[in-house]
């Protein structure tokens, strides 16, 4: 079991820059594959990235490719998505996951692949 907490979302203009931050309870962390997901209003919830639980592989939708970094802090037991330059039609709540197990390429980037869930946090994006 693992308790997720995001922070970060808010407004911000076109252009600019914004990270959020998904804080992890337990001991555990490490052991967990992480991702964030979005969700705009109307519409259903859609992968945005993904780390494996080392750190060492990373993976994006074609649509952040370039833009948004993932990451994350073991020791901290925190993980990360700095979002460059977010585009108005990238308002959404923003949700992190963590996945016991992934094993396949389907798994990682939808809703099905991941365990717990925070409770997201607002990105608002102006233009």
């Known amino acids: 079991q693992v308790q997720l907490v995001e922070s970060g979302g808010g407004l911000v203009q076109a252009g600019n820059s914004l990270r959020l931050t998904c804080a992890a309870s337990?001991?555990?962390?490490?052991?967990?594959?992480m991702g964030w997901f979005r969700q705009a209003p109307g519409k259903e919830r859609e992968f945005v990235a993904a780390?494996?639980?080392?750190?060492?592989?990373?993976y994006y939708a074609d649509s952040v490719k370039g833009r948004f970094t993932i990451s994350r802090d073991n020791a901290k037991n925190t993980m990360y998505l700095q979002m460059n330059s977010p585009k108005p039609e990238e308002t959404a709540v923003y949700y992190c996951?963590?996945?016991?197990?992934?094993?396949?390429?389907?798994?990682?980037?939808?809703?099905?692949?991941?365990?717990?869930w925070g409770q997201g946090t607002q990105v608002t994006v102006s233009s």
């Open positions: 337990g001991r555990t962390f490490e052991t967990y594959a």
């Open positions: 780390i494996s639980r080392s750190g060492g592989s990373t």
């Open positions: 996951a963590a996945a016991r197990s992934i094993g396949s390429w389907y798994r990682r980037r939808n809703i099905d692949g991941y365990d717990y």
